[in-house]
């Protein structure tokens, strides 16, 4: 999207909301007809959910992580936003884990069948990270460019305020940079933030989030807190250790479907569907008869699926991807390589959830690297993509 | 009008009741279910026990008497469909655990009267003696997996329930893997779904109440858990629970039992028929 | 190039079948039969419109949906659709069980067209194995209502045994109307005066070939298609001029659910009809 002339102007200027002003911040969210979905803590990790009260955030808290490892930490300072990224995304909420869409009622000996209509929800989405915004503009490609665009999702998509928060740290298992897609917030969304210990500098990235923040009457940053933001989100870029070369394993992956390192992949990998479901930008899903015995109604029910699951590929001789092995491949390439082919774009934004959140801590990152060698590799001449 | 409605059996071998309370507790639904099917045999829940033929028997419990056995053959004869439900009818239950320790020892531990006992020395599945049409898992058995079966098989369709894992149920719900956020135990990444991730929801690990997927991988998991120092033994308990002689469990356990210096050798075999019941 | 699903008229929301009425039930073969079918909303009926070669997702309430190509004339509209069906699966399993007058869900039309553009002024061979016939009927009734925009069409068929043979009554029709059928099977019995063996055998024997002038269009199961497209391209038959219908995963038909994914390619609406040049490749790795 272009921005408008008004838009450039008002993204010209940052400005300062002091920290003691946030619940106010977040009043003004309210107020706006928002239900405001942001960082709180559930269950040992932070992760996605309704906030109304500065209370609510992991005030304090931070996370480390590792392949198949996350742990909360105490912070020495009271940060709201002072983690990397949890288990969940933000895709939980403009693309849900499980929906309605169809209803079938049975008239006398037939049938009647309607959709069920789209639930209008506003949502303000707080705390999206560069790598998240990046997901979410995966996910549009995949669900609002196509010949039939998905109602459910433009609906939710339409309405939803997006607060970005550039990232000032980076968890070790963070490779947004080798992706392009942080940490640095760009574009995609209204208002974003940085998180200094006295307060933020909030950037705005849209007309409907100049319009609300107006209301605060904030003023305009000073050069000092600018600069100060800036070495703030510099940490972050320094923070980032891992690395995957994006364009090599894009045009080599394709060609290494017979390395014998498939199968050393597979000996781990324990199909459980985890990093499909943990990912951003991961978009398979079943539709599925929910019925009510003889009560005469059948809903069809969309959920979240995934590759790994043994009937996915289902045709009437049994699964097409009958093997882990087939089964990692297909996600791994599909994630990397002929993503770019169906959508433009990397399937990948490096937010390194699917590494922290395998159980045993499978690390495509790794992994990929083994796979591009040429070690390895079945015969010299590979069936390419 | 009654007569034309299905006959609808739940019959009971070595098993707890549960499942069958799962069918009790359907408050809501149980008495559209009544009006659908004729409940003919349904021990649990009336005195008024109508002999076969039936259209759909319901079987709890697992084979552990010679009696439970001919009992098993006669009912198989009767019923047009014969679904299992839980655990113990489809795996032979937690107390299949016998089919890898020594009968008579257990025999002696824990009766003062052994020779009163007259048991087969193991426990099977259902389907270790006889055909069976569908095999619903859990233990208990999941309330709306039990529906979707009857409401199938009431409207003409082959029955289906899903044969992905616990993780996939449990990250649509929401919940945080408790494996990589709290280091516990779980066997929610090779046990099939349909609990709704339950235990996962309240800080515990999954006991694999619903048995293995489809080309698990315990091995891979346990390995991870060993590194994670988890004991051999608390893991090869872990896969040795509930579905402990559902195969890919019942190998996985019993390599871990080894690790540990605990030999825990099979006295029934995994696959075939008879040798799966011996005395 | 075929054209694609959009320029078909969808009067249907995406996700939402239509409630079809089942006016008639012919069995065909052992487990396969045709099902007609009425789209009970009258205007969406009527501008109902497919290509042969796409398909409609078929849905038994209480059961599931599964994707069923067209088998009918793609003259007709909403009030008289064809599909055959093997009953195989858990739905079509339920939709066997389905009798004139009951009632299904239909979604569709999706999916890629046979090049029926590309075929005109030239030979056509259909090449198709077991109910793979089925997809390509639609085409068939297609080159013969305009017989003379086609050269030489030739139907190679091929089924398990001379009782499984699909539409047989039709098969002497359409040799009056233009058409050289030759029929193989895999099990001959003592009736059986005709050939045995796999269909691309049919192509490799095939006489007086203008492979430059030829299209072939083939519809079967995976490896017959590929070994087809290997005796065409033998034959000296361009790889451009080639043209199979693949089988995957068909969910919601939209490309949005990521079944039917093939490499780069969703078969439900990158396909089933692909040209051969766009699916060599993929169709040597197993388990892809």
Redesign the interface.
Known sequence: MTATPEQLTIAAKSLWLDKKEFQSFLNVLREGGYQIIGPRIEQGAIVYGPVDRVEDFPLGWTDEQAPGLYRLKKRDDDALFGYAVGPHSWKRFLFPPQLDMMRSKKVGAGWDMEPVPVETVKYAFLGVRACELSAIEVQDRVFLNSTFPDEYYQQRRRDSLIIAVNCTMAAATCFCTSMDSGPRCRTGYDLALTELIDGYVVEVGSVQGATLIERLALPTVAAVQEERAEVARRQAVEQIQRVLDREHVQSTLKQRLNHVHWDDVAARCLSCANCTMVCPTCFCSSVEDVTMLVDQEVVRQRRWDSCFNFDFSHVSGGPVRDQTRSRYRQWLTHKLTTWVDQFGTSGCVGCGRCITWCPVGIDLTKESVILCSEAGLDKPQDSPL | MTECRPKLAVMKFASCDGCQLTLLDMED?LL??A??VQISHFAEASSSLAPGPYDLTLVEGSITTREDRQRLTQLREDSKYLVTIGACATSGGVQALRNFGSHDEFMRGVYARPDYIETLATSTPIAAHVKVDFELRGCPVDKHQL??V???L?????P?TS???V??AC????????????DMP?L???TQAGCGAICPAY?RGCYGCFGP?????PK??S??LLRQRLGEVECAMLLHGINAYAPEFATEGQRLWELAGVPKPLHASLHSDEEGAQE | MNSPSSSTNRACHPWVAQVAVVTEVRQEIESVATYRLRLRDAEIARQYRFQPGQFNMLYVPGCGESAISHSGPSENDGHDLWHTVRFVGRVTDSIAKLNVGDHLGVRGPFGTAWPLEACKQRDVVVMSGGLGLAPLRPMLYALMAKRSEFGRVVLLHGARTPETILYPEELSQWQAQGIEVELTVDRADGEWAGNVGVVPLLLDRLPDLRPAQTEVVTCGPEIMMHFSAISALKRGIPETSIWLSMERNMQCAAGLCGHCQWGPLFVCKDGPVFRYDRIRTLLKVRDL
Request: aromatic letters at 0%; hydrophobic letters at 30%.
């Open positions: 639904e559209t279910i009006r659908a529906l979707e009857i409401a199938s009431l409207a003409g369709h082959r289906k044969t992905e894992s993780c996939q990250k649509r719900r929401g919940n945080v893997c408790v494996v990589v956020a709290q779980c929610g990444p090779v800080d997927t489809r080309q698990p991988n891979s998991l390995d991870h």
